[in-house]
């Protein structure tokens, strides 16, 4: 019932977000024959002017349906911001005033000019939007709607990919794209995989290696058993966290918001006092047309934009705008061990039976309740047994933090760490296992020990330089919090330079570990998304890595690492410390050129219809400092 609540809520959001897009285009259009009139009464008025300079009457009354077409839409807008109380409507505040003092005044050509040039950059403005948003319909596209489903009897059917459901199987052939997340089962090709990671290199897959919905099968052709339906696939997740971030804004927009609620009334009151001291109405529609906060408004969502562009061409989706607030401060790293500082592909490195139990035995024991589970452990004695398990047909789940069990047919098979052995009442027996270097893994069966399983699992080959680069920004602790033996860990910490270690942790452990360490550090936490779902949630900032294939990635993590690669996290670290610096030089950069040109307009130096123009240039002037984000390194 949650996953058909679920699917309705997106399909909800989507609606909403097309008939938000609707509404821009009919809004654009709108604008863009509203300036069309406007200027067709402007010009048919100074002709008019020029060939009957004695007849004032006719031109004051096409100069007045040009201002009603074009000021009204402005007007319109400025009551529902004042109604509102919505401060991005200051904008259209200020210009209707100022188009009622130019008409009554007897500047009416100024009192089209003016929001025919305002709604000119209005237009360029919305429709950049409307391009991003662009982008992203381009990027939905990419999802191949159907599938060569694959029957029983070997035969194909072209079938909707919507269509398509978990344990099937469909071929891909070369150059097509992949409709679904699931596994190879049979063949072997190169996966172009940039939609979701942005790396450049295309990913070798062969039998029991994962592929996604987005990405292209470029030279083998494949069979893959679907694993997820085409709803819930990476890249629909994907696309809806992108659409979600179009409205992600940086919290220092509260400081614009108080700003904008002192700068209209202040901006009324020092145009009304120049209107009074000088006695020129011109000079005071200058200040009011000048002061368009045009740049105040793009202070912090342009610098927030450049940022998520930045961020997602290195495979790297932000959720949350703690981006950031809070990533800004953090002084402390928590890590996961398996997948996270280490590549996650466990391989058998020690086979070790109890006396009297061959090794054939112990791993086919252990394959009973490995083949059921796609954890890195469970696929290592998978790719090493090869065989037939010892038990079919045993109903298996997954013990958080423990291990497996799979039960069946008067059989109880477990497989996981010594201390859930103990506490079922199995006596492993010996301790020889626990001083390996690497996972030990225990096998049971109806409470007999067999043996144990040792694995290996290298460090990923960033992970030193990223965690020394952390430590070059300021970062004062390095943390990790595993559910590892202790000795396996450690050989991992002093490879990497992690400094502190806390190991055997279930997740509600590792919980109240990042719990204390919360109450004095800021405290960003990284790890798989799947059993580190609860410290993700915790930490001031989660990271997930290996999002890719992860619903509970995205869902509990503020930052999603779609490429496994640890150096975004100090990326993602400098980024939001020079988005932070640029959104607040931004706002002294809109202020003092809006302050500028207002005491220009104050002595005369600049009129209403320059001023017109020459507002555009604190807005200009945001989004070209607000573009150095892009070139964070």
Not at 163 to 175: E, N
Not at 473 to 496: I, W, Y
Not at 592 to 604: N, Q
Request: net charge negative; proline share 3%; with cysteine.
């Amino acid at each position: 019932m949650e996953n058909i609540d679920q699917i309705g809520k997106n399909s909800l959001e989507a609606l909403s977000r097309d008939n938000l897009t609707e509404r821009n285009k009919r809004r654009l259009g709108r604008e863009i024959f509203s300036g069309a009139v406007a200027l067709i009464c402007l010009v048919t008025g100074l002709i008019f002017s020029l060939v009957y300079p004695d007849k004032d009457v006719v031109p004051a009354l096409i100069y007045t349906v040009g201002v009603l077409v074009e000021g009204i839409p402005v007007a319109v807008a400025a009551v529902k911001g004042i109604l509102t109380k919505d401060l991005t409507n200051a904008m259209e505040i200020l210009v209707t005033i100022a188009i009622i003092a130019c008409y009554f005044t007897g500047s009416l050509q100024l009192a089209i000019l003016i929001p025919l040039i305002l709604n000119l950059a209005h237009f360029f403005e919305e429709r950049s939007i409307m391009g991003g948003r662009d982008v992203i319909e381009g990027l939905r596209q990419m999802q191949q709607d159907t599938a060569v489903l694959l029957s029983e009897d070997g035969s194909e059917q072209k079938v909707e990919a919507k269509a398509l459901k978990k344990g099937q199987l469909i071929l891909v052939k070369p150059g097509a794209g992949i409709p679904i997340d699931g596994v190879v089962v049979e063949g072997e090709t190169n996966i172009d995989q940039k939609s979701l990671t942005g790396e450049p290199q295309p990913a070798h897959a062969a039998a029991g290696d994962s592929v996604f919905a987005g990405t292209v099968n470029l030279d083998g052709q494949i069979t893959v058993r679907v694993e997820k339906e085409y709803v819930d696939t990476s890249f629909a997740n994907i696309l809806n966290l992108l659409e979600k971030s179009e409205g992600i804004a940086a919290p220092e927009s509260r400081l614009i918001d108080q700003f904008m609620r002192y700068y209209i009334p202040l901006i009324l009151a020092l145009a009304a006092g120049v209107a009074l001291v000088t006695r020129d109405v011109s000079k005071a529609i200058a200040i009011l047309v000048v002061s368009c906060p045009c740049g105040q408004m793009l202070v912090s969502s342009a610098p927030m934009i450049a940022a998520l562009s930045a961020a997602t061409k290195r495979g790297i989706l932000i959720k949350n705008s703690k981006f950031i607030e809070e990533m800004t401060a953090v002084d402390t790293v928590v890590f996961d061990k398996t997948g996270t500082v280490t590549e996650g592909k466990m391989t058998l490195s020690g086979v070790l039976p109890a006396a009297g139990v061959s090794g054939e035995e112990l791993l086919a024991v252990a394959m009973s309740v490995a083949s059921a589970s796609t954890h890195p452990i469970s696929r290592a004695v998978m790719i090493v047994g090869g065989g037939a398990a010892y038990e079919k047909g045993l109903s298996v789940k997954e013990i958080s933090g423990k291990g497996m069990e799979g039960t069946g047919n008067g059989v109880r098979v477990l497989f996981g760490n010594r201390e859930w052995m103990i506490s079922e009442g199995v006596t492993p027996p010996d301790e020889s296992a626990e001083g390996a270097v690497g996972s030990v893994s225990y096998v049971a069966k109806n409470g007999e020990c067999l043996g144990a399983l040792v694995f290996s699992d290298q460090p990923r080959a960033e992970a030193k330089g990223a965690i020394d680069e952390l430590r070059a920004l300021g970062v004062e602790h390095t943390v990790m919090l595993t559910g590892d033996r202790e000795a396996a860990a450690r050989h991992v910490c002093d490879e990497v330079g992690v400094e502190t270690l806390y190991a055997k942790l279930l997740p509600e452990e590792k919980l109240s570990h990042l719990k204390a360490l919360k109450e004095n550090h800021c405290v960003l936490a990284v790890g798989d998304g799947i059993n580190d779902a609860l410290a993700l949630k915790e930490a001031h900032v989660g990271i997930a890595m290996g999002a890719m294939g992860s619903d509970l990635a995205i869902q509990s993590a503020d930052i999603a690492l779609m490429n496994n690669n640890l150096e975004n996290i100090p990326f993602s670290l400098r980024l939001a410390r020079r988005t932070k610096r640029i959104i607040y030089q931004n706002l002294g950069l809109s202020i003092g050129i809006s302050a500028f040109m207002i005491g220009l307009s104050s002595v005369g130096v600049i009129s209403a219809l320059a001023g017109s123009v020459l507002h555009n240039f604190g807005a200009f002037a945001v989004l070209i400092n607000s573009s150095r984000i892009l070139k964070t390194k």
